[in-house]
């Protein structure tokens, strides 16, 4: 957790097109009141605030939002069980495989997983019992054109990227005569 933290902190905001800035600003004031709802309900919940956790004004906007991790998240938290959206990682604690899935899976939404692991047995282990769209190992968020990205549960219907994308822009129609 101190490793993210310190890593997290590298992604200081500012201005995009600064190279040096980590991140630009979050897409509303509206939004970034959302974010800062997340972050002030975890800090009552019980979770522990390793680092962040503050909204920013820069260039006369206060739409920023420092990278946040949060700690001992209780996995039936609203930080734990909702799409944040913004800059804010909430970890859980888990002792087993089998805890780690029964945590991953027990969410309305599947989109998207990631797993950390040297071993590729239990890569692949878990990214079959893991119920979500896309599972990367050793990453985040890989994604390319010729494969289907999509979830499962309230993570979306359908597929976009790929000849899977095409379906939902015709209409399939089936017909059956007895004659």
């Known amino acids: 957790v101190d490793l993210v933290a310190k890593e997290a902190q590298a992604y200081a905001p500012g201005d995009p097109l600064n190279p040096a ?28 605030l390793v680092t962040g956790g503050e909204r920013i ?25 909702e799409e944040v959206f913004g800059p804010v990682l909430a970890v859980t604690a888990f002792d087993t495989e089998d805890e780690a899935v029964a945590l991953a899976n027990d969410t309305p939404f599947g989109l998207a997983a990631s797993v950390a692991t040297s071993s590729l047995s239990r890569a692949h282990r878990l990214a079959d019992l ?50």
């Open 21 to 48: 800035a980590g991140m630009g600003a979050i897409v509303s004031p509206e939004q970034t009141d959302r974010i800062m709802g997340f972050v002030d309900e975890a800090r009552t919940s019980g979770a522990r």
């Open 130 to 179: 893991i119920h979500a769209g896309t599972v990367t190992v050793n990453g985040v968020d890989a994604f390319s054109a010729w494969t289907p990205f999509g979830g499962f549960k309230g993570s979306g219907f359908g597929r976009d990227l790929s000849l899977h994308a095409i379906d939902k822009y015709v209409g399939l129609k089936t017909v059956w005569i007895n004659h």
């Open 57 to 81: 004004t820069r260039d006369g906007s206060d739409c920023y939002v420092q990278p946040t991790v949060f700690d001992d998240v209780d996995p039936g938290s609203t930080l734990a069980r």
